[in-house]
């Protein structure tokens, strides 16, 4: 296509979506691709622990993406269906759904979450996927939707458990090939992935913003960051010591009185805010049944797991400006460790205009974009592009 002729369509598409926004009001769509004066859009349903559930789209067109304000002039072209399950997995009742089309075998995602209390449904990610070929599997995370416990007490081996459960389950399924599951993990996620890809065949892996340090030193990058959004650097020093003090307190080489010493000054100062421990939202020292939780959520290593990921075929991306992940050190590390590992099918792509979502932003950091709020230029259609190289895409001959 000729860049006028491409420039044109976008300012199309987005005069489209000015003009629904302007005279119509937003209701629920069932998930699926829709068309809209010729362009192919995207809806998902979005639902997190709280709040109503919510579309968001992606318009294929002019990459754009964010909540759906509105409804009119949308007509389905593909729907999908969704089959529910709830099964008892090592550590309690777990529910997920697959999602698919057609009644033939197809190769298969699951999608691990990140770091969120999220459900199943996670967004036009699904029938992005399920449109184009790959069925998916998603499931609510601990302590959401039908799933008990409490998903931050579980670190990525815990989460590892539940995603090997449900793959276990479904081999059998008649619309999973069996030989063809494989895996999308994003930020959090990506250290889950790779512990799947080595207790299981898993036939691919999509990693999404993962990172390749250990959960303390990712802790390090975010709480950097984000007291540098709020020009708080200069209190860095401080509120390490209380998040490395916290850290060995969880491991049995500090002191809880120590920490909550620590805890109670910092507390008051005006930068606590921006230290993200808030977000635990728990006393110091916690109490003895959460305590081992949040050791398995807080100590976790992933590079021995990536030095054993041999023959997992990987696509990974990261935004250049990822400010809850240090992409550049990840991307480096990936590679070396892949390699290490023999692994010789690895795809790793760096946009240097993104943050952590993809979504171009001029500063990287999430809930800052670049108006229009859109995808970086050939995501997330890079991942069907790179399974259908792979074979993924078409049905397998019997």
Known sequence: MEPMQRMTRTIVALVI????????????LAPGAYVASGGTIYVGVRHGRSGP?????????????????????????????????????????????????????????????????ETREMGFIIPFFVCNGINVISYDQRGVGESAGDWLLNGPRQRADDVEAVYDVMQSDPHVDSHRIGIW??????????????????????????????????VDYEVEQTLRRHNAQDALPQALALWHAFERSLDG???????????????????????????LGIPIPPPPSKIAGLRRFITFDPRHTLLSVSATPTLALYG??????DAVDSVTHLREYLRRAGNRDVTIKMYPDAGHQLI???????????????????????????????????????
Do not use: C
């Open 185 to 218: 993990g994003f930020s959090n996620g990506g250290w889950t992935a790779p512990l799947v890809a080595i207790h299981r065949p898993v036939a691919f892996m999509i990693l999404k913003s993962a990172p390749t340090q250990s959960l303390a030193q990712n």
């Open 53 to 117: 559930a919510a579309n968001d789209f992606f318009d294929s067109t002019s990459q754009r993406t964010g909540d759906l304000q509105a409804t009119a002039g949308l007509h389905l072209r593909s729907g999908i269906l969704e089959k529910s399950r709830v099964i008892e997995a090592p550590r309690g009742r777990l529910g997920f759904s697959l999602y698919y089309a057609g009644e033939k075998p197809r190769a298969t995602v699951i999608l691990v979450h990140g770091n969120d209390p």
């Open 320 to 325: 250049a400006l990822d400010r809850n992940v």
């Open 253 to 279: 080489t500090g002191s809880w009185n120590h920490t909550k010493r620590l805890y109670d000054i910092d507390a008051k100062q005006p930068w606590f805010q921006y230290s993200l421990m808030p977000d």
């Open 17 to 28: 979506w000015l003009s629904l926004i302007a005279t119509a009001e937003a209701s629920s």
């Open 360 to 398: 171009v932003s001029k500063t990287g950091y999430n809930g800052d974009p670049t108006p229009p709020e859109r995808f970086v230029a050939d995501y997330p259609q890079i991942m069907i592009t790179w399974l259908a190289q792979h074979g993924f895409t078409k049905e397998r001959m019997p």
